[in-house]
């Protein structure tokens, strides 16, 4: 990242055309750059903060009127970053955009990297790391739930969470800490078994978090779902269903798909990657095998399989034969076309799921289908899949803090069981103070900046 002492500027709205575009100034000398190219309509009428004010971009050189804007001034500390910042509106053109950032930089401003404006507001205090990188997650949302889940990050849900966390080890650590520097005064401390049991607790209390990344990087990051069988057990016509349109090509002809055929979708607001594949059998058609061969790796990358068989017709061997190659993976068992009198029985659709969980759809008439959703996130997040409330760890990196965290308080909780001097426990209970301070930013960041803040969009 440049320097802080700079006043940078860049576009914050998506670029491309469009009916507005907003030009973002940021720092000690956004005010003066923005009176040199903006001239308000008023004149020389005092400027209010926080008030949208009409005027002309101008070229600072030539007066050349570039095109009518409305400008808002944001002076620090209560702005976006903590410093002066000033937004400009603009029609949403890419060559004017291109000239406006053009004659900023030429009077002493420079373009923005990637994620510097939130960098600066971390900087200054505005927010807190795990807020910054809830500002990526609400940019990148693709569904409603995955934004409502950042935003209540945005908004220092986990930074909250921890607090009462940090204080109570802050507490033990007085405490330990107080029996060794001032043994001879007699403080009241709690026993060493009690500090024990107070670390145990909070371990607990971390682990039920780490538990929820479980959840939480599938609701950030989506998941993959292979619909797999033998041909014309109809996997494209419960890839349609799913979808909700009419995305793959369905005919009673086995082996109408013959490669990949993947979109896009939502499950309870959880993004997925459908994947249809080719029904997987023995061919001598060079084209099938290869479109087979897809299939099989397919499956080898999904995060949940849909094992498709057909009630209405008999399980054959390459049913069988599927079902022996897929016995170690966890898959779920469809079992399709229920609107058709079934050649199943009860026995033989049991023996085939074996501890699969299965569904019984039709595909044709979408009976069934609503249940297997719920069956997928079931299998997804076991107990959990229905649960909206709490706290959600959706980052890798806060998940590998909070279980360095607990591998510390649980050393340190053994410590005091053994009955080891207070220094021991006292080292863990610092480092796992430090690893929690790690997930908010307030210790053992700065190598963390540049790779957190350089995946962000240039004007955020």
């Keep these: ?214 959840r939480g990087r599938v609701v950030r990051d989506g998941f993959s779902m292979a619909i797999v069988g033998k041909p014309n057990v109809g996997k494209s016509s419960l890839f349609n269903a799913l979808l909700r349109q009419e995305r793959s090509i369905v005919t009673e002809i086995p082996g109408t798909t013959r490669d990949l055929v993947s979109e896009f979708t939502s499950l309870d607001g959880i993004p997925v990657r459908l994947v249809d594949t080719a029904g997987v059998r023995r061919s001598e058609d060079r084209v099938e095998r290869l479109g087979v061969d897809r299939s099989i790796q397919a499956i080898a990358d999904a995060d949940a399989i849909l094992f498709v068989a057909d009630l209405g017709g008999a399980c054959s061997g390459e049913d069988e034969e599927l079902r022996v190659r897929m016995v170690d993976l966890q898959c779920i068992v469809v079992l399709n076309k229920r609107d058709l009198p079934s050649r199943w029985s009860e026995e033989q659709k049991a023996a085939f799921a074996g501890a699969w969980p299965r569904v019984e759809v039709s595909a044709k008439t979408g009976e069934g289908i609503e249940r297997l959703r719920s069956e997928i996130l079931r299998h997804l997040f076991g107990d959990s899949a229905g649960a909206r409330d709490g706290i959600l760890i959706t980052n890798l990196r806060h998940c590998q803090c909070l279980e360095a965290a607990q591998a510390h308080l649980a050393r340190a909780a053994r410590a005091l069981d053994d009955g080891l001097s207070e220094e021991f426990p006292l080292a863990d209970l610092h480092a796992a103070l430090g690893k929690l301070g790690q997930i908010t930013g307030e210790t053992g960041v700065d190598d963390l900046l540049r790779e957190i803040f350089s995946r962000f969009c240039i004007g955020k």
């Design 1 to 214: 990242m440049g320097r802080l002492e700079d006043t940078i500027c860049a576009l914050s709205t998506a670029p491309g055309r469009a009916g507005i575009a907003v030009v973002r100034l940021s720092g000690p000398g956004c005010f003066s750059a923005l009176d040199e190219v903006f001239r308000p309509d008023a004149g020389d009428a005092e400027p209010v903060p926080r008030r949208l004010i009409l005027g002309c971009i101008a070229d600072p050189k030539s007066g050349e009127v570039l095109d009518q804007a409305l400008v808002t001034r944001f002076p620090a500390p209560n702005s976006y970053t903590g410093e002066d910042v000033a937004e400009i509106s603009l029609h949403g053109s890419p060559v004017l955009v291109s000239a406006l950032l053009e004659r900023l930089c030429s009077i002493g401003a420079r373009l923005a990297e990637p994620g510097e404006f939130t960098m600066r507001a971390f900087l200054h205090g505005r927010m807190d790391l795990t807020q910054a990188e809830a500002v990526h997650d609400v940019i990148c949302s693709t569904t409603l739930y995955q934004a409502q889940v950042a935003a209540r990050q945005r908004a220092g849900e986990i930074s909250r969470s921890l607090k009462p966390v940090e204080k109570g080890l802050i507490d033990v650590i007085v405490q330990l800490e107080s029996s060794v520097e001032f043994v001879e005064d007699d403080l009241p401390l709690e026993s060493r078994a009690r500090l024990g049991e107070k670390l145990k607790g909070t371990a607990e209390e971390l682990g039920v978090w780490m538990d929820s990344f479980r």
